[in-house]
């Protein structure tokens, strides 16, 4: 090999924000806290958090350890993933919907020594403790004046923590492959597994991202993250936005529609990301108004399909850009995102809607490989339906401490096993027909939930609806849906299934409609499938 001779600098998540401090100094953080409206700029937020970092180290924080958070977005989580990750320590965000059991598991999992906590978690956390490694210390992520009376010994101040560090530190130079991040996946069966995110696969990351999501992610721009921090790094946004230049908004607690309108509005907002049952939230609240937040030109959803009366409603009423993306907690996560080009400016509505519909094609650092049921790779064709596997500089090979890593995830070439069934069509464009356990296995034939989904949540008065299989005794499954009605609306079953029978076969319209108040979400904010198929478990199809 004749080796190049350029520089091998690591790719350390630090340099992220020593750039922002640089060339964004004054590009703001928002943040929304027990205080009001927190707000400072990328110059400052780096000051503090190379404060912070000395006051960890003060702790005794060493490079590898793992240092815990329970927090929702804001300045102070935003603070702790760099300053943790700076000086080597692992930033480990805990995700506060787990059960109670899942979250006592993988602090003892990660053997947490620190835990950083928001005041809303003060109860959980107090409850929680006798479980926790004895060794663990708690830091409360407030001031002095708004301290909790607690009863968790030795609990520390966050803002005289910080304030007890020197001032100054030169970043130490770690080896690019050192972890900087850890968070578990919701495990819908068995124990949650650990995703260890290196410097280097989070750098590559966020500049995979950023030419994918060039348009909402500027200097200039104001992105308001709702998917959380504990949440697969936010989708990378505490990356991306700092490198770019934008804004970032964090919401704190309050995530609901009207919440998010009135924040949105205030800061003029132009992007928001997460999942679709917030912009969900966010449509009835526009409905309510009659208009969009000021300012608010694009959208990235993503965690779940976005239904195409989404997509339709707020490009066609609002004018609101919907950029949809598929990803997982074990690719850092972002895997595609829709992209339409010049190409498709002149398409109508529909055509554009439907493309949207898709999951998007892959961006650069990801491969995409459809797998048959006898491990054969899949053509590219737009029909050939098959497991999909990933490949990528930012996708596991295997989970902490080891379990379950080679053989389960990755197959002989090396590539992760998504447990998404998909296609891909020939120009590139992915589209999830379903997760495989979520598939209904109708006699010889697949029924896709996502599909029935949209479709279903495309009829009059339907607010939010979710497909499970349910068993029959000549099919195997068949599709149960389930329906959550819109306001002041009351749709009855036939109406539902004669105007999906306008849009599918026979023998994929669902044979029931049941009617529910609200659908279970998970920890992620999406619909439980599984609490869903619990619920319907003795449910007995008629005829
Ligand atoms: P969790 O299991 O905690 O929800 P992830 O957020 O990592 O963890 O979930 C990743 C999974 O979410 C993917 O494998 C896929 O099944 C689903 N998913 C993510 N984005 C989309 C999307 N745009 N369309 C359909 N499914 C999606």
Redesign the pocket.
């Given at each position: 090999m004749l080796e190049g001779m350029m520089m091998n600098r690591p790719l350390l998540v630090s340099s992220i924000i020593d750039y922002a401090a640089d060339v964004h100094p004054g590009t703001d953080i928002v943040s929304v806290t027990e205080d009001g409206l927190h707000r400072y700029g990328y110059g400052d937020a780096r000051k503090r958090i190379l404060r912070l970092a000395n006051a960890l180290r003060d702790l005794g924080v060493k490079p590898g350890d793992r240092v815990a958070t329970l927090a929702w977005n804001g300045y102070r989580h935003f603070e702790l993933y760099y300053a943790i990750a700076g000086i080597g320590a692992v930033c480990h965000t805990i995700n506060p919907r787990l059960f109670a059991e899942q979250i006592t598991y993988i602090v003892n999992h990660a053997e947490d020594t620190l835990l950083f906590f928001d005041l809303t978690f003060t109860p959980l956390v107090e409850k929680l403790s006798p479980g926790f490694p004895k060794s663990l210390r708690y830091v409360a992520m407030t001031d002095r004046a708004h301290m909790p009376a607690s009863s968790l010994s030795g609990l520390l101040c966050y803002e005289e923590v910080l304030a007890s560090g020197a001032p100054d530190l030169t970043w130490p130079e770690l080896d690019e492959n050192a972890a900087c991040a850890l968070c578990y996946?919701?495990?819908?069966t068995g124990d949650p597994k650990g995703v260890l995110y290196s410097n280097r696969a989070t750098v590559l990351h966020a500049l995979f991202v950023l030419p994918a999501c060039a348009k909402a992610l500027q200097n200039g721009r104001r992105v308001l993250p709702v998917v959380p921090l504990f949440?697969?790094n936010a989708w990378g946004l505490p990356y991306t936005a700092p490198i770019a230049g934008a804004a970032l908004i964090f919401p704190g607690a309050k995530l609901d529609g009207e919440s998010l309108f009135a924040l949105m509005d205030s800061e003029r907002v132009t992007g928001g990301w997460g999942v679709p049952t917030v912009w969900l939230g966010l449509l009835a609240e526009m409905q309510k108004r009659g208009r969009k937040p000021n300012a608010l030109t694009d959208v990235l959803?993503?965690?779940?399909?976005?239904p195409l009366s989404l997509i339709e409603t707020f490009e066609r009423d609002y004018g609101i850009d919907i950029v949809?993306?598929?990803?997982?907690?074990?690719?850092s996560?972002v895997g595609t995102t829709t992209r339409l080009g010049p190409q498709d400016a002149g398409r109508p509505l529909a055509e554009r809607v439907d493309i949207k519909s898709r999951?998007?094609k892959r961006i650069f650092g990801v491969e995409l490989k459809l797998v048959g049921p006898d491990g054969e790779t899949l053509p590219h064709d737009g029909e050939a339906t098959g497991e999909l596997f990933v490949r990528g500089a930012a996708v596991v090979r295997g989970y902490y401490k080891g379990e379950q890593a080679e053989g389960r995830g990755l197959d002989a070439d090396g590539w992760f096993g998504?447990?998404?069934v998909a296609r891909i069509t020939p120009d590139g464009y992915l589209i999830?027909v379903d997760?495989t356990k979520d598939l209904i296995k109708s006699g010889g034939e697949w029924i896709s939930s996502?599909e029935l989904e949209n479709h279903a949540m495309g009829c009059q008065g339907v607010a939010h609806a979710a497909v499970i299989a349910v068993p029959h005794d000549r099919w195997g499954e068949r599709p149960l849906l389930v329906v959550v009605k819109g306001k002041d609306a009351d749709p009855c079953k036939d109406s539902i299934l004669a105007q999906l029978g306008d849009k599918l076969a026979k023998w994929q319209l669902p044979d029931d409609v049941v009617f529910v108040d609200e659908l279970p979400l998970?920890?992620?904010g999406?619909i439980s499938k599984l609490v869903l198929r619990a619920k319907f478990s003795d449910y007995k199809l008629s005829g």
């Open positions: 996946t919701s495990g819908t949440h697969a959803t993503g965690g779940s399909a976005a949809h993306g598929w990803g997982m907690t074990e690719m996560p999951q998007g998504t447990g998404d999830v997760r996502i998970t920890a992620t999406k």
